[in-house]
Every structure is written in structure tokens, then in C-alpha cells.
């Protein structure tokens, strides 16, 4: 069966820019503000400068380590689910909040509690949402600190699916352990990978004190990691698409290789999102056409070293609901689909990655279906050539009665989702983002809990104990 592949780089432009991450950790390599992962990787071989917290890697050591990574990170939630992010397989991640609720009514707005509740609601209700995103911002109707550990409740009391976390501080992290360990129960959580721990590279070429402490912590819980990697054309790396793509691409393997000397074998996301600076305002812009080839480079590379690969699934530079938030959102999806990406986080995102809705939820998961039907690609085994059928219906005959017609009646050879409006002719549509609105309310509406009593209690007990 044939397939749509994308691809940017060619097998010996791989092996070029393989080369020359190489020398960045050789030179000038990394600043790794952490004591303790610098004594683990001068350990390992690296050479270690305390005076400045440089850290270098002979390319044979960054090599070693790299083998020792796993080709697939397994996680789970309280569902019981088991996802094996990895080969072939494509998992989707829902976000809950953001700097930025694009309401339906009235355009963008800061974030309120019910906006977590509803949203995870509807991450929970999607069989094509596989996890979900509650990003640390604050909520506009609770005071500071009090807005995180309530803004946690309300999500985690709503969830049953797995959780990427992103924590802001290593108090927040231990929030989300303790949570965790709640979640698991007699299991614990060593033995339960609810959570994704994100671990942040601050570009360029820099592992802070903090987050060396979290990447430390999910080793020591067992959380499966995925790096953060954010390099700025212009500001943060190089103005170019290579040498941002080269920062991208050091900085992602440096989570990989420092966990490897922590534990060999853990499991560590490849993740890049490199984007650019507009050197008139100094916006980093994000979902520009060039991430697409981004996505698709970064894809390819993770694949060249047997990793599994995340990323955003997709989004836009715009904060509305037209032509542009289509046609981007549309391009990164396919790239990512079609390129290979196992991991997609994210969904719901637009407004140039600080904003989010319910409605771009559901047209993204639309987007997705569109992708995953042209990534399959078309099968032309003698059966569905359908010869008999030609030489049957003959010149000037019909199909409509055929057998292929009746067989793939109900298929999937051509294109179906409910998140499109189809009509095509004169019939008055609400238009797919009326479509999504609607669905939307309708999910949330028609919700039942999933997260069992006791285990709402015992949550709201823990909150309670913080303050909430």
C-alpha cells in the first residue's frame, strides 16, 4: 500500500547536520547549572569546567549514551490505558488553558476556573484525545498561589487520561508528585507513569539549576521525560533555518543523553520547536510557514536516532477562526502526520501558541482526521482496481448497485468526519466552527464523572491541606 511521505532533508544532509551537533558538544557545548548531573556526567567521560558550568562531549560519549536510549516511552493513566509512544503509533494531547481563551461570544480573554473544567471535560470526553495539557498560568477569578492548586483539583477530579506536566518550580513539581502518588495509590507512582515530566532547555545550549532538579526527580519517580526546546532564530540561535534547526537539535538530545547517565534506558522524548524572531518587534513568532519544515526535520532527525518523537500538533499565528487558521493548522498537522511524529501536543492551540478554545479543539481534531486519511495513502490491490467491476458495468453503465460499491459502502476508502461541513450545495450550514461550538456544548453538557468518588475526596482533602 502506498503512502504520503514528507521528508526535507536528504539521507546525507542527516548525517551533515548528525556531525555537526557532534561538535556542538564538543565545542562549545553546554552550561549545566546543576552540581550534581555534572558530577554524574564527568563521571560518564564528559569534560567538566566548574569555574563556569560548562559541560563537552566527545562526539564517541554523546554516541555511547544515545544508544542506550529506549525507541519507546510507555505511558499510562488512571484509565488504565497502556500508550507505547513510538514506530508508528500517534498519540494526541488536548491543552486545558493558556495565557489566552479564545471565546466564541466575545474573542480572546484571560483564562477562569470553569474554562479548566470544561476543557479538560471535553479532553476526557474525546476518543481522539489521548492525554491533556493544564499548562501553569492563573485563572482570573482566584488569587495567586491559590489559583494553581485549585485550577490542579479541578482538572485532575475530571481526568482519568495521561498527563504531561509542566512545572514552573520544583515546589510545583513535588504538587504534582504528591498528586500523583494519590492518583496511583497502593500501585505508586515509580510503577505508574501517569505523568510526561517536561524538562526545559533554555537556548541557547543552557540546562538551568532547576530544571536539572526536575529532570533528577522524574528519574528518581519514574516519569517518562520530554524536553522542552524553544531555540528563537535571531535571538536564541543562529538567523538561519540550518543553524536554528542545529540549536534545535543539540539542545533536544541533551535531556536524552544527561538521562542516560542518570539511568541507562530511561525514556526521553525527542522534541523540537524552534521558531523565529521578528527582528523589527522582537515577537517570537511561532506558527510561521517555516514550521513546517521545522516539524519535518526535527521528525526526521529524531527518527535517525531511534527515538520517539513529540511535538505540537499544529496551530496558528492568528487568534480567529478563518482562511489563515486553516491553512496553518492544516500544513503542521499533515507535515507532523506524515512525517512520523508519535507524540502530539497541544491540540487546541492558536494565537501564535499563547491561546487556546474548545472550538479549535475540535476543528484540530478534524485537521487530523484529514491527515491521518491522506498520510494512509491509497491501496491498489488487484481486488479494489475493480477490473470485474469495469468489465461488468461495461461503457455507459453504472456503479451504484456494484459490488465494490456495497462492500466499501460503510469503509473508509474516502474521506468521512464529523468535524466538516460537507453540504456542498445550496442547503443553508452552520459552517464547522458553529459545528465544533455545538459539539463542544454538547460533550460538556452530556459529561458523567469519570474520576471515582473516593478518589475526588482524597483530592480535595490534599488541596484543602494547601490553602485551597
Known amino acids: 500500500m502506498s503512502q504520503l511521505q514528507l521528508r526535507t532533508l536528504t539521507e546525507e544532509e542527516i548525517v551533515r547536520l548528525h556531525r555537526a551537533t557532534l561538535e556542538v558538544f564538543a565545542n562549545p557545548g553546554f552550561r549545566i547549572g546543576h552540581a550534581g548531573i555534572r558530577a554524574r556526567l564527568a563521571k560518564a567521560g564528559a569534560q567538566v569546567a566548574e569555574a563556569n558550568q560548562i559541560v563537552r562531549f566527545a562526539p564517541e560519549l554523546v554516541e555511547e549514551l544515545l544508544r542506550l536510549a529506549p525507541p519507546v516511552v510507555r505511558q499510562t493513566g488512571l484509565n488504565g490505558r497502556v500508550l507505547e509512544a513510538g514506530g508508528s503509533n500517534r498519540f494526541y ?6 495565557p489566552w481563551i479564545i471565546d466564541y461570544e466575545t474573542g480572546p480573554r484571560r ?3 470553569e474554562d479548566v473544567r470544561r476543557h479538560t471535560i471535553l479532553g476526557e470526553s474525546l476518543d481522539r484525545v489521548s492525554g491533556m495539557m493544564r499548562m501553569q498560568y492563573p485563572v482570573a477569578d482566584i488569587p495567586e498561589p491559590q489559583c494553581y492548586w485549585k485550577t490542579m483539583e479541578v482538572f485532575l477530579c475530571h481526568t482519568t487520561k495521561h498527563i504531561p506536566i509542566y512545572p514552573t518550580d520544583v515546589e510545583n513539581a513535588r504538587d504534582w508528585i504528591e498528586a500523583g502518588e494519590i492518583l496511583a495509590g497502593g500501585a505508586g507512582l515509580t510503577r505508574t507513569p501517569l505523568y510526561t515530566m517536561s524538562v526545559a532547555i533554555t537556548s541557547p545550549l543552557t540546562l538551568t539549576g532547576l530544571n536539572g532538579e526536575l529532570l533528577e526527580l522524574a528519574v528518581r519517580y519514574q516519569q517518562p521525560v520530554i524536553s522542552t526546546v524553544c531555540p528563537m532564530a535571531g535571538s536564541t540561535s543562529p538567523y538561519t533555518m540550518a543553524g536554528a534547526m542545529l540549536v534545535a537539535n543539540a539542545e ?8 542516560q547517565a542518570l539511568q541507562p534506558g530511561y525514556p526521553v522524548f525527542y522534541a523540537v520547536g524552534p521558531s523565529v524572531t521578528d527582528l523589527r518587534s522582537g515577537h517570537d513568532l511561532y506558527y510561521k510557514a517555516e514550521k513546517m519544515l521545522f516539524k519535518l526535520m526535527g521528525i526526521q532527525m529524531g527518527k535517525f536516532y531511534r527515538l520517539p ?14 482562511p489563515q487558521n486553516g491553512a496553518e493548522g492544516m500544513l503542521y498537522i499533515l507535515a507532523s ?5 508519535n507524540l502530539f501536543g497541544g491540540l487546541g492551540s492558536m494565537y501564535n501558541a499563547m491561546g487556546m478554545s474548545a ?22 490491490t488487484d481486488h479494489e482496481l475493480g477490473l470485474a467491476s469495469i468489465r461488468k458495468a461495461g461503457p455507459g453503465g453504472h456503479y451504484l448497485e456494484d ?8 469503509g473508509q476508502q474516502f474521506f468521512e468526519s464529523p468535524h466538516f461541513d460537507r453540504t456542498g450545495d445550496q442547503r443553508p450550514a452552520p459552517g464547522a466552527v458553529a ?34
Open 93 to 98: 494531547h488536548s491543552l486545558v488553558t493558556d
Open 111 to 113: 483564562p477562569l476556573l
Open 252 to 259: 533536544a538530545l541533551l535531556p536524552v543523553v544527561v538521562a
Open 309 to 322: 518523537v513529540a511535538g505540537e500538533t499544529g496551530g496558528t499565528m492568528t487568534w480567529r477562526y478563518d
Open 337 to 341: 502526520v506524515a512525517g512520523g511524529q
Open 359 to 380: 472550538e479549535q479543539i475540535l476543528l484540530q481534531c478534524g485537521m487530523i482526521d484529514q491527515a491521518e486519511y491522506l498520510a494512509r495513502g491509497v491501496s491498489l
Open 403 to 410: 459490488d465494490l460499491t456495497l462492500e466499501f459502502l460503510r
Open 435 to 468: 459545528m465544533a461550538h455545538e459539539r463542544a456544548e454538547q460533550l460538556i453538557r452530556n459529561y458523567r464523572p469519570t474520576v471515582p468518588e473516593p478518589l475526588q475526596d482524597e483530592l480535595a482533602r490534599y488541596f484543602r491541606r494547601k490553602g485551597v
